[in-house]
């Protein structure tokens, strides 16, 4: 039989019972090439492969012949052999288990933890991250002291690798001093974490510290994600598993380092990509002589420019097929912009009590809207419901001008939500912005007009016998007249006095009354029936004030109204 026919008789379903191992239902199983608990290895019998998503595996993708290989321990011949011996015969071979192998002995949980208490306080630590553009609390990079029992990662500020479920399952270490820079045993994970399902365009990096160099909001793009390589050789099975599942991905831009190497490795990686994704398209940014992406950003900010100016150089990586399996460099690349990002994100303010924001990560509903005037324009106080695909929902109250505050609260959604919880800070950045757009705009409308009386329709009768009462000569008597009707019997002057005070409310220039007297003369009843005179939607009346009773009042809530103060002893 030749190696194709082999192929297309042996089924890797045949493969794995003699070997004694079982997929679950949706192809998922532990990987038999290392020690695995985490079911890290996906069966596909429409093409009988398999491949293995876990960094720190030897063995990625594999068919059938490759997996017997890797199972015998032995040569590509030996493999073949066993293929034959297996198609279309029954299995007589006991199952095999592989041996398994003594896990990593460094507590790499324990060691971050650590690491984060100790740079608090280490200054030597934070200077060395500040040299490099870097800041120990928004990246979450620890330092491991020199004094530590373990010898691992002795003198180095730690970085954590991070898990498909965003736990840290191993650790990078970069010396403060000298260039050393070191993994612990068995790397697995990736760092800063999985991509979003949703990524669109992902940035691969040269190294930890040139991914940790640019913070998500620099960029302004939407849907895109960053991811370190480790070394120009670092490429790993993890991250090409990561590549092949990211469905909506449609770019992805090289950062390595402007040296021969990082040119090289450039070359090699556009090869391999375009061979793993053919349809993303490919981009690289051709760094200086002697340039990586943490040197160059860091100049940027020293400079107080845009870190995105750093992708203003791109240039496309044209590749085309000769062959199924021989891909070669096209053309020299053109000079190409940064890639489009997607439509800028939007508030809806169709609704002004319950602002709506959508990304996609989660929807965030603003209860009440966003208070603008003058005096809460030094905070950007908020109630936010927000709500993942699945329905399920998180309440907040938080100010977004308080960084801490955003921190705790994406924590807090992310941990409720089962989202991560560097994406939903990223959402609450862009939400900030577009509040402090819409509250600025809100302060950029002109005032009400004076007149904000609601229009009443009358009959043309009734208009002409208002218009003859407002025209006669003795108006003021027939107005005193109507009150004494009204049941205000006797304070003739005072009556009609404090009609006409009140009646100047719809007016540019209001008038204002006090009315003083003994206890139980009257004020109140005299007040009240006045105020009755008004149309009711135009009063407002209060019984007890203080000096903060109005603070938490629109600036515009009292214009053309009547307020009535009932008893002026809280006032």
């Known amino acids: 039989m030749t190696i194709p026919e082999i192929k297309a008789t042996l089924t890797i379903q045949t493969v794995l019972d003699h070997y004694g191992l079982e997929a679950t239902t949706t192809g998922a199983m532990p990987c038999p090439f290392h020690p695995d608990e985490k079911a890290s290895m996906k069966i596909y019998p429409e093409t009988n492969t398999a491949y293995c998503f876990a960094g720190g595996c030897d063995v990625d993708s594999v068919d059938v012949i490759d997996f017997i ?121 990736v760092y800063p974490y999985y991509p979003n399902a949703g990524t669109r365009t992902l940035i691969l990096t040269e190294s930890v510290i040139d991914a940790a160099s640019i913070k998500r909001p620099e960029l302004g793009l939407d849907c895109y994600a960053i991811l370190a390589l480790y070394g120009t050789n670092g490429l790993t099975a993890e991250h090409r598993g990561i590549i092949q599942n990211l469905e909506d991905l449609r770019e992805i831009i090289l950062t390595l380092d402007g040296d021969a190497a990082g040119r090289t490795a450039t070359e090699k990686l556009a090869q391999e990509l375009a061979a793993l994704r053919p349809n993303v398209a490919l981009s690289y940014v051709p760094l200086a002589d002697g340039e990586d992406v943490n040197s160059v950003t860091t100049k940027l900010r020293s400079e107080g420019r845009q870190v995105a100016e750093l992708f203003t150089t791109l240039e496309a990586i044209g590749l085309v097929h000769e062959t199924a399996s021989d891909m070669v460099a096209g053309s020299a690349p053109a ?69 801490k505050q955003i921190t705790r609260a994406a924590r807090a959604v992310a941990d409720r939500l089962g989202l991560r919880a560097d994406l939903v800070e990223l959402d609450l950045d862009r939400l900030t912005d577009l509040l402090e757009n819409y509250r600025d705009g809100l ?58 005070v009140a009646s100047s409310y719809a007016m540019p220039q209001t008038l204002h009354a006090l009315i003083q007297g003994a206890s139980g003369s009257g ?46 002893d809280g006032l």
């Open 335 to 403: 000079s190409s912009p940064i890639p489009a990002p997607a439509p800028a994100p939007k508030l809806d303010t169709t609704n002004p009590h319950n602002l709506i924001y959508r990304s996609g990560l989660a929807t965030y509903e603003i209860k009440g809207g966003v208070r603008y005037a003058a005096k809460d324009l030094d905070c950007l106080k908020i109630t936010a419901v927000i709500t993942n695909g699945e329905g399920r929902k998180s309440r907040q109250k938080l100010d977004l001008y308080e960084d």
């Open 523 to 568: 004020k109140t009843r005299l007040l009240g029936t006045v105020a009755e005179l008004i149309p009711v939607e135009e009063v407002e009346r209060y019984t007890r004030v203080t000096e903060g009773s109005f603070y938490n009042g629109g600036e515009y809530d009292f214009v053309n109204k009547l307020l009535c103060f009932e008893d002026l």
């Open 443 to 500: 302060r950029n409308q002109p005032p009400p007009s004076g007149d904000r009386r609601r229009r009443i329709a009358v009959t043309g009768t009734d208009r002409e016998r208002c218009l003859t009462f407002l025209k006669s000569p003795d108006l003021l008597e027939r107005i005193n007249a109507e009150i004494e009707r009204a049941g205000i019997v006797g304070e003739e002057n005072n009556r009609l006095l404090l009609f006409v």
């Open 69 to 189: 290989m890797h199972m015998e321990k032995g040569d590509k011949r030996a493999a073949i052999l066993k293929a034959k011996e297996l198609c279309g015969q029954p299995v007589t071979v006991p199952a095999v288990k592989p041996a398994s192998v003594a896990a990593a002995s460094l507590d790499v949980a324990k060691i971050y933890k650590a690491s984060l208490a100790t740079i608090e306080t280490h200054k030597a630590a934070k200077d060395y991250l500040t040299g490099r553009g870097l800041n120990d609390e928004h990246h979450a990079i620890g330092y491991k002291s020199r004094k530590t029992p373990e010898k691992w990662g002795r003198g180095c500020v730690i970085f954590p690798l991070r898990g498909a479920d965003g736990k840290v399952q191993s650790l990078y270490g970069r010396a403060i001093k000298g260039n050393g820079h070191y993994y612990t045993t068995g790397r697995r994970g």
